[in-house]
């Protein structure tokens, strides 16, 4: 049980270094009021982890890479704060892009990545 606890607490410690260097880098080298970088990086993370769970890799594996890295990686609450802020302001478009692109390429990224896996 502890063994599996630091697992998942080194792959989440790299995991939102990842996240904070990847969006940073996105944030400065493409400025917008889009959450853009946020996007991006879920949409990278559902890819992976659906590359992740298509491997059948182990516990082990899974419990640093799947449940760390990728759960410390991907934003779920950033996602919903930024979402939640494009609707106060009454950024209608942006709002429902958004939306759909995290929540449909997401699902689709997440399947190719499990089918990428098992080629």
Known sequence: ML?????VAIGGFFGAIARFGISN????????SFPLATLLVNLIGSFLLGY????GWNDSW?????????????TFST?????????????????VLY???SYIL??????????????
């Open 79 to 95: 996602f919903k704060l930024e979402s939640m802020a494009l609707y106060i302001h009454k950024q209608w478009k942006m709002f």
């Open 52 to 55: 992740i769970i298509g491997k």
């Open 62 to 74: 899974k419990l640093l890479f799947g449940t760390g890295f990728m759960g410390a990686f991907t």
């Open 3 to 7: 063994w599996n606890s630091a697992l």
């Open 99 to 101: 939306l759909a692109l």
């Open 25 to 32: 880098w996105i944030k400065q080298k493409y400025p917008s």
């Open 106 to 119: 997401g699902l689709l990224l997440a399947f190719l990545g499990m089918k990428a896996a098992s080629v």
